[in-house]
């Protein structure tokens, strides 16, 4: 089942766009939530995938020009393709992390440690605990 953005989500991402470095604190007061309302909400992005990492905006201008060539040629590899506009109401799919398939309902949820992982059925769950028993239990015990 596609995770439906809000709000907040839109905000958040909006603002992470402008500037990858801003705190949650300095996100929850330009969005008007609070902090670990943001916070909650950057996990979850992150949890379901959406969200893979923060980028650095580099300015080449202040490069020498051997420097500046070869991340020009980074740059272009990591935003090849990627002209989507975020907007409200956009969906979200999420794959489950045993099977790799689609979520066509409410996905099952697993919280290890600080992290969910989301599932298309039950015995996707059950057969991700029994497989990676001992890693879930080390994270339990901290």
Do not use: W
Not at 60 to 79: M, N, P, V, W, Y
Not at 97 to 111: E, F, Q
Not at 120 to 132: A, D, G, P, V
Request: proline share 3%; hydrophobic share 30%.
């Amino acid at each position: 089942m596609p995770l439906k953005l809000d709000e907040i989500d839109l905000a958040l991402l909006e603002s992470l766009v402008k500037d990858g470095r801003k705190s949650f604190r300095q996100i929850s007061r330009e969005i008007k939530v609070s902090t670990p309302t943001v916070k909650l909400h950057y996990e979850r992005l992150v949890n379901i995938g959406l969200i893979r990492g923060i980028s650095v905006d580099l300015d080449f201008g202040k490069l020498e020009t051997e420097a500046s060539a070869k991340l020009d040629q980074i740059r272009h590899k990591a935003f090849k393709g990627h002209k989507i506009k975020v907007d409200r109401g956009m969906l979200v799919k999420i794959t489950c992390d045993y099977c790799n398939g689609p979520t066509h309902n409410k996905p099952s949820i697993l919280k290890v440690g600080d992290q969910e992982r989301f599932f298309c059925c039950s015995s996707c769950k059950t057969l991700y605990k029994e497989k990676y028993r001992g890693r879930i239990e080390s994270l339990s015990n901290k």
